[in-house]
């Protein structure tokens, strides 16, 4: 491997690395605008996930699933209406 070829990885690695720190800090900001709304989300379009047997974004298997959540507007959650009630701040059961 040549020197140019480790500087260009380098170089690459740290710049993923900084992405990753910013996306991060910005998520971190985000949830003081935002919160878990659960119940509203489309098939795989949630944000994340609670409970046993779930994983996270992207993965909801069908709409309007209880146990997954989609970020939101801070005071608009349970505004949100769908075919199976309002959107709920904890996990549905």
Same mark, same amino acid.
């Given at each position: ?8 990885? #380098?170089?690459? /690695?740290?710049?993923?690395? /900084?992405?990753?720190? %910013?996306? !991060? ?12 709304? $659960?119940?509203? /989300? %489309?098939?795989?379009? &949630?944000?994340? /996930?609670?409970? #046993? ?7 909801? +298997?069908? &709409?309007?699933?209880?146990?997954? $959540?989609? %970020?939101? +507007? ?8 769908? +075919?199976?009630? #309002?959107? !709920? %701040?904890?996990?549905?059961?």
């Amino acid at each position: 491997m040549t020197a140019k070829s480790l500087l260009t990885k #380098a170089t690459l /690695a740290s710049s993923l690395a /900084a992405a990753v720190a %910013l996306a !991060s800090v910005q998520a971190q900001a985000d949830t003081k605008k935002s919160e878990k709304c $659960f119940g509203v /989300a %489309l098939k795989g379009h &949630n944000d994340c /996930a609670a409970g #046993a047997g779930t994983t996270c974004a992207g993965t909801q +298997p069908i &709409n309007y699933d209880r146990h997954y $959540f989609k %970020l939101v +507007p801070k005071g608009t959650c349970t505004t949100i209406k769908t +075919p199976h009630g #309002a959107g !709920s %701040l904890t996990e549905k059961s």
